[in-house]
């Protein structure tokens, strides 16, 4: 699945001007750490944190895309650098218990 | 007049010498007429000639023109053949409407008062030379099979500019047409110890080098080091403040992860002084 064809089937709020890509797995934390660590690539990262250094850490780790979750506010800051280099944020007011079940719903597994 | 030089020549399989535009002005001691704010472009090939229509024939993308004909269309030839940038040997300058013509679609100008076969010379002496230069002062005698050797700096106290070095050299390793799954493994090695230079050092030196067999990554800070290297590397051994904790840093997983995605990893500590980690990746 494609994070276009995710934002069809689940209302996810864009916040990041990015390119399509594809979707594999889901990575759920709020420590940057473990993301650098655990995350795979092409793994949808849902987390809280908003400051600009998820940006840094979603691309290199190469996360399809990052998912604010509870509908905390993203600083316009953390937006620009990720549109610049072409990292998805999108945001929802969901919190990540209930997103998480959404996904699964739809069908996306960890690979 | 003289024939083309390409830097094809120093191409050793997939890998890629990249040069920045800023090296050429400095190897050919040239004037920049138009696009000071975009030195640091690189490009990948140079071609010599006063003969715009070999120039369309044969101008490979990502080049940059050595030429000596100071008219605008040198500059249109330049930019139909996507390249980055033109030098005007000979001490010539271009006529008045190549300098907007550059500046809106992006070309570097650059003019030298040498001529044509100098800056050749110079251009591929600057090319070996570059090859060599900042090895010096490490152990190993690495300089032959070099293709790529790059410095940079992080600044230890800006904690929420973390990840800038470690994207870039990201971008580089990209831009060269590496395995996405050894460029990650690079770029995160590299973001772990970027993240650990402005968690507990005041600044760092990192250096890349690309050999044909391997890529390493040097980070060298001037931090306080680390007392016992094997319990820093324990997974989850942490020295790390609340705030960094806060910001969902700091769960004492960087040394580990970095030994987990590196092929070879060496850190050399002294408390007070700093930390040296030597990073390598096979290719």
Redesign the interface.
Known sequence: MTLEQLCNKIDLKKMSQFTDKEINGVFVSDMISDVMAGAKSGNLWLTVQTHKSIVPAANLVDVSAVIITSGKQVPPETIELASKHDIAILSTDLPTFEIVGKLYAIGIQDS | MVESTNLEQIKIGKLRLIMLMKNIKQALEASVIAGEEILDTSFEHVYASDLMSDVLAFGKPNSILLTGLATQQAVISAHMAEFKGVVFVRGKLPKDGSRNFAINHQLVLLSSSMDMYDACIKIDSALHKRTKIKTTGSKESRNEEMVLCQEFEILGDD??S???V??EI?SILKKIGFD??LI?RV??S???AELNVVMHANRAKVILSVTPYCIEVIVDDAGKGIPDIDLALQAGYTTATDEMRA????????L??IK?NTDQLQIQSEVGKGTRLECKFFI
């Open positions: 904690f929420t973390a990840g800038v470690s994207t990201k996405p799954k990650r770029a995160i590299t973001y772990e910001m969902g840093f700091g769960s004492g997983m960087g580990p992860n987990k």
